[in-house]
């Protein structure tokens, strides 16, 4: 069994190579070639905390992948020094089942999580996309930036966090890297971070609206990969209503994401109001942007699939790059 540790998995994973295995992924998963069944939630009341068991397997023109992801989420964690997202990817030979390695998760997450903007950003946002706008300065957020700058040729971006001192010191880090402007600065307010935004990704654990519907411009588009339960909403009932909604996969955001499931309650859209699966327009089955006035927005809350996709390009780089460590199992 090969064992990866996060740093294994950054090298072997780069942004460009996982955002066209997330294309992947959500062809298979919209397609039908895909068996991804609704993750199992487990709470864990003592601790405030929440685990999430993702399986799912994958087969494409080239290969297959079979793979099971188990991802914590630990809200007290900061406070003990450690990591608030705890994740572990185990993965299997799809012909045999043999277990074929064990990844950290928690990078292999931070990584495709980014790269599932990224596709869409790539498919969704107008090509003429020069200005970018960060909500959540965690480790969420620079994936979301780094993938941003990966498919479109950003000039400067903007960081909002509702504690400015993280939003400083992730100006400061990430300004220049690979990709990434070195114009990249700290927002003061959310209205000065998606003025004049062509690309706006939300990365954020929050319960309400991060930014005022008013202040998107027409033609922006909107990657939220925050609102994971029915309690959270990153972005206002108004500008889901107005946009063209495209999702990761309808049945797991509509069960799990407040974003969408407030407005359906509140009778301001229907189920109906998801255009498309992101994997339908990959597919052809779809039109993407139809104007560019047009806001799209682009809703993930995760799904399995991208986990197994990702560790399977993962390993076979890892091998080829001769990283990580080799046990018997």
């Excluded at 909002?160 to 990249?184: C, H, K, N, T, V």
């Excluded at 003061?188 to 998107?216: E, H, M, N, R, Y």
């Excluded at 499931?261 to 992101?278: D, K, M, N, T, Y």
Aim: hydrophobic share 45%; proline share 5%.
């Amino acid at each position: 069994m090969l064992i990866l540790t996060g740093d294994d998995v950054r090298k072997a994973l780069p942004m460009n190579g996982a955002i066209e295995a997330m294309k992947s992924a959500y062809a298979a998963l919209s397609d039908g070639t895909a068996v991804v069944p609704l993750r199992t939630r487990l709470s864990i009341p003592n601790s405030e905390a929440l685990s999430l068991f993702m399986p799912a397997y994958v087969r494409t023109d080239e290969s297959e992948a079979l793979a099971i992801k188990v991802v914590s989420l630990f809200p007290k964690n900061p406070q003990r020094g450690l990591a608030y997202i705890q994740a572990a990817v185990l993965a299997f030979d799809a012909q045999t089942g043999r277990a074929i390695a064990l990844i950290e998760g928690s990078a292999l997450t931070a990584i495709r999580t980014g790269a599932g903007s990224g596709a869409a950003i790539d498919i969704l946002a107008r090509s003429d996309s020069h200005t970018a706008a960060i909500f959540g300065a965690g480790v969420q957020g620079r994936t979301q930036l780094e993938a941003a700058c990966t498919v479109r040729e950003i000039h400067k971006a903007w960081i909002y966090d509702s504690d400015p001192g993280r939003a400083r010191a992730f100006a400061e880090e990430m300004a220049g890297q690979g990709p990434i402007p070195r114009d990249l600065k700290p927002a003061p307010t959310p209205q000065a971070a998606v003025a004049g935004a062509d690309v706006v990704c939300t990365a954020t654990t929050s319960l309400s609206p991060v930014f005022a519907d008013k202040d998107i411009q027409p033609g922006t588009h909107i990657s939220a990969i925050g609102s994971y339960t029915a309690e959270m909403q990153e972005i206002p009932p108004e500008t889901v209503q107005r946009a063209l909604v495209i999702v990761d996969s309808r049945s797991a955001v509509l069960a799990e994401s407040g974003d969408l499931i407030r407005p359906i309650q509140s009778g301001l859209i229907s189920e109906a109001h998801v255009f498309a699966e992101l994997g339908e327009i990959l597919l052809g089955k779809k039109s993407g942007r139809r104007t560019n006035d047009e806001v799209t927005y682009f809703k993930s809350v995760g799904v399995a699939v991208q986990d197994a996709m990702a560790a399977q390009l993962a390993i076979r780089n890892a091998k080829e790059m001769r990283l990580g460590q080799e046990v018997n199992f």
